[in-house]
C-alpha cells in the first residue's frame, strides 16, 4: 500500500470538492462557509483516512456504529476537533455506543430510537447532534419517515422527550431527480423551523447545496471506489 505522502489523491479530491461547493454557494447566493464537507469514509482503507486528516479534513460521515467505534475511538483522544456524523441506520440497542462516540447522529427516525437516545444522553450527560432521516422517495426498503409523517414525530420527540432536533437528513432514490428530492426535504425544515439539511453525496451535492443543504456527504468523490 502506498503511503500517505506518496499518493496525494484524497488531498486532492479534498481540494476539488471543496472548489465544486464553494462554486456551486457562490452561484446560490450562499456563503461556502455555510456547508460543512462530511468525508464519509466508511470501508475505506486507513490510508486513505490518514491522508485526509493530513490533509487537514476532520470531519467525518460513518454508518455503522462497530466500524465507527474501531476506527475512531483512539483517534478521538488525540484530534480534538475530530467531528463525527453517523449516517446509517442505527439499532435501539446501539444507542449507548452512538452517543458516546458520535457528535452527530442524522438517522433518527422512530420514537423507541428517540426514547433510547434520550435515555443514553441523559446517563452519559452527552449530548450530540441529533437530525431526522426523512425516506422522501417513500421507498419501502428504506430507513427514515415518510414526509406526512415528519411533522407529529418532530412534535413527540420535542415536546414529550424534550430533545433538540438540529435539522433533516434524506438520501433520494437513485433513478429520480435529486433535486426534487431536496426541494421536498429542504420545504419540511422550514415548515419544522429546522435550520440543517444533510443532502447531497458524491453524484449531486452541487445540486443539493443549491438546494440549501447545509452539510454534503461526500465519500467516492473524496476516497475513491469503496
Ligand atoms: C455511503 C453514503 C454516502 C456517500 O456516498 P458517495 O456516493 O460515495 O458519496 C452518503 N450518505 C450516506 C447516507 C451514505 O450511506
Redesign the pocket.
Known amino acids: 500500500m502506498p503511503s500517505p505522502d506518496q499518493d496525494p489523491s484524497v488531498a486532492a479530491n479534498l481540494a476539488a470538492v471543496r472548489r465544486r461547493i464553494e462554486k456551486a454557494a457562490r452561484a446560490a447566493g450562499r456563503a461556502a462557509d455555510d456547508i460543512t464537507l462530511?468525508a464519509?469514509s466508511?470501508?475505506q482503507p486507513e490510508v486513505r483516512i490518514e491522508q485526509a486528516l493530513a490533509a487537514g479534513q476532520r470531519v467525518f460521515?460513518e454508518?455503522r456504529v462497530q466500524e465507527a467505534k474501531a476506527r475512531w475511538s483512539e483517534r478521538r483522544a488525540d484530534l480534538a476537533d475530530l467531528r463525527l456524523h453517523l449516517?446509517?441506520p442505527l439499532q435501539t440497542n446501539k444507542a449507548e455506543d452512538a452517543v458516546a462516540l458520535f457528535d452527530v447522529i442524522?438517522?433518527l427516525d422512530r420514537l423507541k430510537l428517540a426514547e433510547a437516545l434520550a435515555r443514553a444522553m441523559d446517563r452519559q450527560g452527552r449530548r450530540p447532534r441529533l437530525m431526522v432521516q426523512v425516506n422522501t422517495g417513500e421507498e419501502p426498503q428504506k430507513a427514515g419517515l415518510a414526509p406526512a409523517e415528519v411533522d407529529g414525530f418532530l412534535d413527540a420527540v420535542r415536546g414529550r422527550l424534550g430533545l433538540d432536533i438540529a435539522g433533516l437528513?434524506a438520501?433520494p432514490p437513485q433513478d429520480e431527480e435529486p433535486a426534487l428530492h431536496f426541494a421536498l426535504l429542504a420545504k419540511i425544515a422550514r415548515r419544522n423551523g429546522l435550520a440543517e439539511l444533510?443532502m447531497?453525496?458524491?453524484?449531486d451535492?452541487e445540486t443539493a447545496v443549491r438546494f440549501g443543504a447545509t452539510a454534503v456527504?461526500?465519500?467516492?468523490?473524496?476516497?475513491g471506489?469503496?
Open positions: 462530511i464519509v466508511k470501508q460521515g454508518n449516517i446509517g442524522q438517522t437528513m438520501i444533510s447531497g453525496m458524491s453524484g451535492y456527504r461526500v465519500g467516492t468523490s473524496v476516497f471506489a469503496r
